[in-house]
């Protein structure tokens, strides 16, 4: 099982996409910096794909999330999610996204993981001149 540790660059912290261009090859280089922040644990990278105004289903702005993952970063020693058969629905500038999840994370002194496995659903907009996370929700 392979577990990120170390922080990883993809250029700059949020890829840039164009609002515009909302393909799915651009959508799948989005979450796959999704991925690759959230395994790293890179707090600063990862929120970075989020627009300001964004909620989740348990967070209802942009400081809970971060708060949110924060701690989870803080607590654990490493994390692993793997997306798959994600559909892309868009209209206009909006994209949705719908996944299935495993999550695998090792809290700091365990020598075990959790798994967690679920859908999830991602909604992506334009923000600032790019495409960022403007909503995700996820069920177990």
Avoid at 23 to 28: Q, R, Y
Avoid at 92 to 110: D, F, I, N, P, T
Wanted: proline share 2%; hydrophobic share 40%; charged share 30%.
């Amino acid at each position: 099982l392979y577990f990120s540790d170390v922080k990883t660059a993809l250029g700059s912290p949020a890829p840039a996409i164009a609002a515009g261009e909302l393909g799915e090859a651009d959508l799948a280089r989005l979450m796959q910096a999704f991925t690759t922040y959230y395994e790293a644990g890179d707090i600063d990278a990862f929120m970075d794909l989020f627009s300001d105004d964004a909620a989740t289903n348990e967070r209802a702005d942009v400081a809970g999330i971060r708060e949110d993952y924060q701690r989870l970063f803080a607590n654990t020693d490493k994390r692993r999610i793997r997306l798959s058969d994600t559909r892309w629905f868009t209209e206009g500038g909006l994209a949705r996204g719908e996944s299935h999840y495993v999550v695998e994370v090792q809290a700091k002194g365990r020598d075990h993981s959790d798994v967690y496995k679920g859908t999830l659903w991602v909604q992506v907009e334009p923000r600032d001149g790019l495409a960022r996370i403007t909503h995700f929700a996820f069920v177990e």
